[in-house]
C-alpha cells in the first residue's frame, strides 16, 4: 500500500514537474490588448476587413496596420471600445456597400441555352461563361446571396441581386464570390476614383462621355419624375452640367444605341432640363461627400479642370483650396464662349455649386510670383495639383509678356523662342538644361541656350530616332555642339528640393525601365504647364509635415504625372497622346482631367497603388457589341424649341425642354446594357 502511494505521489511529481518545464519552454505570449480587442470583435470572421479573421485583424489593429473601425461587421459601438482599449479616437469611416451592376435578368435577357445544373453561377460559367448571351450579365443562381452571412442579399423577381444597405456592411464576400465580377463594392470615393473596365456593363453612350455619367440611370429617373434623384447621378461625374448641357459637342449621342433604329435620344437636352429645373428652384442639389479627412490641397488654376479637381478632391473628403491668377474663375469658358451660347449667369450658378462643396478660393494669386509650390508644401497642403491651362488661357489672361513658371526651373519652349527677340522675357536656366519634346523648333532652342552660354544640354524625345522632327543634318549639327539626345523616352516624374528643381525620372517606352537625370531647368515643348501633382518627399532626415503646420526645414518634393489608360502606343511620360498639350479639346474631357487628378492627389497621399490598368475601357478595346435592333418600336425625337420662342417664359432658365417633353423623350432611351436594351411591349 505505502509503495503504491509513493509510486503515484513520486509519478504525480515527475508530470507536474514535466508540465511546468513545458509551459514555460513552449509559452506564447498574448498581448493583452489583443486578447482585449478580439473579445469586442463579433467573431463573424467575414474577410470584409482585409485580414483571414477576427483575430487576425485584431493583431494588425494593435500593430497599427489596421484602423479601429476597420470590422465592416460591427457597428459604431464596437468601434468605440477597440478605440478606448488603443487610447485613440474614432475617425468617421465612410460605408461600402454591394452594388449589382447588371440590369436585365434571364426572362429579359437573351439567353444562349437553358441552364439546369447545379444551382451555383461558377459551375454556371463554368460551361461556356454561363447561359446568357451577355458575356459578362448577372447569372441570377444566387451564390452571392449564400455567400452573404449578413442576409443582406435576396434574389429580386427579375432574377438579380437585390442589396439591403440596412443590413450590407461591405464585407464583400459577394464580390468575391462572383464568377462575372458584376457585383461590386461600391461608395463616393470607389466611384470618383476607378476608371470603367471590362468586366463592368457600361453602356454605348456612358462609354462615349467623357465624363462617364451613368446616362441611362438619369434618364430613368427623369422619366420616373425624381428630378433631384436625376441631378445627384449627373454631379457624380459633372460639376459643370448646366454649363455642359449648353455647350457640350454630346459625343454620347453619336453612340445612342437608338440610331440602329431611327434617332439618338436627346441625351444632352435632357440634362439641360433638369439643370434648368434646379436653376429655376433655386435649390441646389449637392452630390454626397465622404467623410472629412482634414488633408489640405491646393490646386493651381481656376478654370474648369481646376476647380473640376477641387470639386472632386472635397467629396473625397478633403479640404481643397484653388489659387486664380486673375480676378474671375471659369477660364477659357469666361472669355472665349459667345453670350449667347453660354451666359454667365449660368457659369456663375456651376461655380457657386464648387463653392459650396467645401471648396476655398484665392483670386489674384499667381504661381512663381505670389508663392511656390514648395513653400505652399511647407505651409501643410498635402499636394498641390498644376491645372493653368493652354496657351489659349494665358492669352486671355493677359500673361504673354513675360515668360511663365509654375514649378521650380520649368519653362515653356515658346517663351524660350520669343526670349531671343523680346527681352522683357527671361529664361533663368542652370547648368543642367532638359529639352522635352519640341520637334522641328529643339534646334533654335539649343542655339538659344548655348548663346546664353549653357554647356550640358540634353533632348528627351518620345519619337524614335527615324521618326524625329528634324532631319540628320540638324542631328549632327547637334551632335558636335555636344548635345545628348535620348529617343523614345517620356519624364514621368520631376524632383526637387526647396525652390530649385534637381531631377527628372524618365522611362524607356519600350522597356518601361527607369533612370533619374541631374536637371535643375526643364524646357517644356508644348503649349501649357504639364499636370502634375506634387507631394513631400520623406526620407531618413526628414518627416512630412502631417499636422498642417508651417515648417522651417529643407523641403524635397517630387511632381507626379497622372494615370494614363493603356493604349497600343507607348503612353506613359509626359507629352503623349492622352495629355493636354495644350487646352483640353472641350470642357467636358477637362472635367474628366479634373476628375483623375482628384483620383491621383488621393492616392498618392496616402501612398496607395494606382487601379491596374490592364482591363481599362480605351477606344483601342473590343466589347460585344449589338448591330441591330428588334421589337423596338420607331419614335421620332422631339424637337427643342429655339431659345427665342421662349424669350416671355416666366422661367428665367427655361430655355430646353417643356416638362412634357422632357418625359416624352426620357421615354425614347432603351436603358441599354453591353448588349441588352428595353424591347417595345407586344400588345395583344
Known sequence: ???????????????????????????????????????????????????????????????GESAVNSCVAAGDDVALAI?????????????EFAGPGCYYGKDDADMEYKYLGVTDCRAAALLFGGMKVCRIGCLGLGTCVKACMFGALSIGSDGLPKVDQEKCTGCGACERVCPKHIIRLTSVTRRIMREYTQEECITPCQRACPTGIDIKK?????????????????????????VISRICPAPCEFNCRRLLQDESVGINNLKRFVCDYEMNQDMRVLPYKAPETGKKIAIIGGGVQGLSTAFFSARLGHDPMVFEATDSLGGILRKAIARERLSMDVLDWDIEGVRQMGVDIQTQTKAGTDFTIDKLLKQGFQAVFTATGGWDSRLARGGVDQSETVFPGAYLLIDLLRSKSDENIKISSGENVVIAGGGASVPEAVAILKENGEKTITIILRKQMNDASFDSFAMDELSKVGI????????????????????????????????????????????????LVFIPVKNDEQDINEDQTETTEPLAWQGVELQKKPDANKERGLLSNQDAISEYSSAVAAINGGRKAAAAIHNLMYGIEFQEPSRFITEQTLLQDVFSLNNVDIAPRNIMEPAQAKKDSKDNFSTGFSEEQAMAEAARCLRCGLVCYEKSKVIG
Do not use: W
Open 1 to 63: 500500500m505505502f509503495q503504491s502511494i509513493l509510486l503515484m505521489g513520486g509519478l504525480g511529481v515527475a508530470i507536474g514537474t514535466v508540465l511546468v518545464i513545458a509551459s514555460k519552454a513552449f509559452y506564447v505570449y498574448e498581448d493583452p490588448k489583443v486578447v482585449a480587442i478580439n473579445d469586442e470583435l463579433p467573431g463573424a470572421n467575414c474577410g470584409g476587413c482585409g485580414y483571414p479573421g477576427c483575430s487576425a485583424n485584431a493583431e494588425a489593429i494593435v500593430n
Open 83 to 95: 478605440a478606448q482599449v488603443m487610447g485613440v479616437s474614432v475617425s468617421d469611416s465612410e460605408p
Open 218 to 242: 438619369y434618364i430613368r429617373l427623369i422619366r420616373e419624375g425624381d428630378y433631384g434623384g436625376s441631378l445627384q447621378v449627373i454631379k457624380e461625374r459633372n460639376p459643370f452640367p448646366s
Open 484 to 531: 545628348t539626345i535620348i529617343y523614345h523616352t517620356g519624364i514621368t516624374k520631376v524632383m526637387g528640393e526647396e525652390g530649385q528643381l534637381t531631377a527628372i525620372e524618365y522611362a524607356d517606352l519600350d522597356t518601361g525601365k527607369k533612370q533619374v537625370m541631374d536637371t535643375d531647368t526643364l524646357i517644356i515643348g508644348s503649349g501649357r504647364f504639364p499636370e
